[in-house]
Each structure stands twice: as C-alpha cells, then as structure tokens.
C-alpha cells in the first residue's frame, strides 16, 4: 500500500501549524518568525505523515525547482509510491483585505499552482472567529478561487475553520474522506 502524506501549505501565519496541532495535537514550532522558516516540517503520527510547508510567502516560492517548498512539494507529488491529500490553509482575514485593495491575493496563486500539478487541495479558509459576515465573506472567496458562489455548493473542498477557537470538525470528516477514497482505491472493490 501506498504511503499516504497529508501536507499543509499556506501563506506565512495562514494558522498552519495551530489547524495542525489542533487536528493532530503535534507539537507547533517554536521560537521562530513568521515567514523566517523555510523549512517543510513532518510530524510522523501513527501510519501517517503530516507535513507542515511553512515558506510560501512570495510568488517566486511557486516556482518549483527553484524554491525549496516548491520543490518538495513537487518531488513528492512525482513520487509513486506517495499519496498526497493537500491542505491549503487561507487566512480569511489577510485575503478579504487584500481584495478589498484592488490586488491580487497569493492564495490564489497558491491554488492554482496546486491544481496544475493534480493536486485537489483540501481549502481551508481560517480565521473565520474573526469575520463579521461569514457566509458574504466565504462567497467572496470561493468566488476570487474560480469556483461559483455559494460556498455551501462546495463542502467537498472547501471549508471554513478557526483553529484558534477549536472548531475543526468539518475539515477532520474531509480530511478523513479523502484518506478513506486513498485506502478504498488501494484495497479494491
Ligand atoms: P503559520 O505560520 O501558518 O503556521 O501560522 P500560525 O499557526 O503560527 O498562526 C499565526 C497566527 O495566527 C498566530 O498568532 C495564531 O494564534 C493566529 N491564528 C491561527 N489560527 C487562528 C484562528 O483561527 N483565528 C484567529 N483569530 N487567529 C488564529
């Protein structure tokens, strides 16, 4: 059977490595900067990788083989004997904001970077304690990823989190879906 990694990838202080504590209670990094580490972190928990890509702040860290993220993460993605279930993890907050500038949120580089290399990615939209109108704001969102509001329509790849507050149950069931259809795919009917 195939060795199966769930991996996270997001813009520097996304909630990353809270939604991964949280979701797994591993140990968050410590002591560091936000964007200073560059460094694909890998928690091993019982028959299961999960692997926290902390460095994509700009749009050069897409660039594949140039970039350390980019590069692992493509490595990994070519390797056959790997399984991946991708985690975009978005700062609601930072890219309605960035909307709102009349500019171009990274995220939706990220995403679209993911799909070209056949990753589905799991969206994680975080942060959502903090936003007033959550249905608007999650419309607008989906919507600016090109996919057609309402989000509701899309609960099979996009969900709304707060790791801060605890309220991850939605992303566990997709997760533990996706990991399920790997299994089921490898046993057979
Ligand atoms: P990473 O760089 O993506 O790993 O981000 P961190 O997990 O280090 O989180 C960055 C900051 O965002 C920290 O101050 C967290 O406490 C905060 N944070 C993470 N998740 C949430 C959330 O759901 N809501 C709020 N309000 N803050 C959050």
């Known amino acids: 059977m195939k060795s199966i990694e769930i991996f996270f990838v997001g813009r520097a202080n996304a909630g990353?490595?809270?939604?991964?504590?949280?979701?797994?209670?591993?140990k968050a990094r410590a002591g560091r900067r936000p964007g200073i580490t560059k460094?694909?972190?890998?928690?091993?928990?019982?028959?299961l990788a999960v692997t926290d890509f902390p460095g994509l702040g700009f749009r050069r860290d897409l660039k594949g083989?140039?970039?350390?993220?980019?590069?692992?993460?493509?490595?990994?993605?070519?390797?056959?004997?790997?399984?991946?279930?991708?985690?975009?993890?978005?700062?609601?907050?930072s890219f309605l904001n960035v909307l709102q500038r009349h500019s171009v949120p990274l995220d939706i580089d990220i995403f679209e970077y993911l799909l070209d290399l056949d990753i589905d990615p799991i969206v994680a939209v975080n942060?959502?304690?903090?936003?007033?109108?959550?249905?608007?704001?999650?419309?607008?969102?989906v919507s600016r990823?090109?996919?057609?509001?309402?989000y509701k329509q899309w609960t099979d790849r996009v969900v709304p989190?707060?790791?801060?507050k605890g309220s991850v149950a939605a992303l566990r069931r997709l997760i533990k879906q996706r990991v399920q259809?790997?299994?089921?795919?490898?046993i057979g009917p």
């Open 16 to 26: 990353k490595s809270t939604l991964i504590k949280e979701l797994f209670g591993c």
């Open 161 to 164: 989190v707060s790791a801060k």
């Open 127 to 141: 942060k959502v304690d903090k936003l007033k109108r959550l249905e608007e704001s999650m419309n607008a969102i």
């Open 65 to 93: 083989f140039e970039s350390l993220v980019g590069e692992t993460i493509e490595y990994k993605v070519k390797d056959l004997d790997h399984q991946i279930v991708g985690v975009h993890v978005i700062d609601a907050v």
């Open 181 to 186: 259809g790997i299994v089921n795919a490898s």
């Open 39 to 47: 460094m694909p972190i890998r928690y091993q928990l019982e028959g």
């Open 145 to 150: 990823l090109g996919m057609l509001p309402p």
